[in-house]
C-alpha cells in the first residue's frame, strides 16, 4: 500500500483496548442482531418488501451518514473497519461515497486518486480501484480523483452494481457519506445497501435536525438501523462514561 507523504495511518494511533474500541465492538455485535431481525422480518414477509441484498447471510453492506457535517461520519467508518478486520477477523471494504470531502484516504493515509469517482467516470472496475491497507483484511476504495460536478456524477445505482461486484470477497462492507440534509446523495445510496446508520453528534446536533434526517431516511427506506451517538464525553449522564467502570486487567 503507498502512503500519503510520511502521515501516520489511523491503524497505528487506534488503540484496541481503549474505550472506543470497546464501543466499536458492541456495535458489530449490535449490527449482527438487528441485521438478523431485518433478514427475518424479510424471509417471513413481514416487512413490505424490504428487499435486502443478502438476506440470511451474514455478508452485509452498511451506509454511514448523518444529519450535516463533522459528527464523526468518516471517523466511525475507519474505526469500524478496523474493529471488523481486526478484531472480527472480517474481511471489510471501506468505501469513501462523499465526493465532495472525502476523507477515508486522509485518515488512512493513501492516495485519494483511482477510487469511487474514477469508477463513475471512466468506467474503472471495482477491482482496479481497490487499495490494501497494513491490516490483511481490510481493504478501502477511496473517493477518487476531485471532481467539479459531484451531483451529475453521482450514481447510487452504479454504487450498487460495485457493491454486487466485490460482495463475493468481503464479509462487511461499509459506505461513508456525506450528510443527509445538505445532500440526497445518501437517501438514494440507502436502497443500495442492508442497512443505514446515522451518527449524530451528542451535545451539539439540535434534536430537530436530527428527526429530520431521520424522517427523511425513514420516508425513503426502510432500513435505517439505528443511531451512533458520538461525541459522548460531557454529554450524557455520568453511567454513560466508560471511565466510571474502568476494567483493567490485573497482571497478578
Ligand atoms: N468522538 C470524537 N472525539 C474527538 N474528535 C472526533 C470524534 N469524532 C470525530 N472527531 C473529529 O471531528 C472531525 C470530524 O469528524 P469526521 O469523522 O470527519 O466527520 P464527518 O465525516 O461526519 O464530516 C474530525 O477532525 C475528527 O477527528
Ligand atoms: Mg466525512
Known sequence: MKRENSAISIVDRFDLESNAATEFRRLIHNLNGAYAAKAKQASTGSSSGSGLRNPGTDRKSILITSATVSEGKSTTTAFLGICSAKLKERRTLLIDCDLRRPSIHHLFSIERE?????????????TRIIKKTELDRLDIITAGKHIDNPTEVFDASRIGRLVDEVSDQYDFIILDSPPVLPVSDPMLLAGEVDGVLLVVKAGETQRDVVVRARDLLTGSTDRLLGVVLNNLNNSLPYYFNPNYYRYETTKD
Do not use: A, R, V
Not at 483511482?114 to 471495482?126: I, R
Open 114 to 126: 483511482q477510487g469511487l469517482s474514477e469508477y463513475l467516470t471512466e468506467g474503472l472496475s471495482g
